[in-house]
Nanobody, 117 residues
Framework: QVQLVESGGGLVQPGGSLRLSCTASGSAFSIDPMGWYRQAPGKQRELVADITSLGRTNYADSVKGRFTISRGYAENTVYLQMTSLKPEDTAVYYC???????????WGKGTLVTVSS
């Protein structure tokens, strides 16, 4: 059974930083791309950033220059380094991975990031 597990969320003051981690398990195939999405209260889930196994990245305009996505040395791990956080970054952050061999996307359960003074 494929599982994606996020960690690293929490409460941070405006201007602060957080690093989210996501580890996938249970797949015999590579997960590519992997990415981060977020959903704020009352809003639709939106892409934050994603990254391919070759390192090609894609960012939402709202986080460019502040967030950095990267893949770990271990297969099927992805990180999101968030800096200069703003109250509008408050959301549940979800990790997503695609397994082309199964033709399916898999989601983690999410980790809450709250930016508040």
């Amino acid at each position: 059974q494929v599982q994606l597990v996020e960690s690293g969320g929490g409460l941070v003051q405006p201007g602060g930083s957080l690093r989210l981690s996501c580890t996938a398990s249970g797949s015999a195939f590579s997960i590519d791309p992997m990415g981060w999405y977020r959903q704020a209260p009352g809003k639709q889930r939106e892409l934050v950033a994603d990254i391919t196994s070759l390192g090609r990245t894609n960012y939402a305009d709202s986080v460019k220059g502040r967030f950095t996505i990267s893949r770990g040395y271990a297969e099927n791990t992805v990180y999101l380094q968030m800096t200069s956080l703003k109250p509008e970054d408050t959301a549940v952050y979800y990790c997503k991975g695609r397994i082309s061999a199964y033709g399916m996307d898999y989601w983690g359960k999410g980790t809450l990031v709250t930016v508040s003074s």
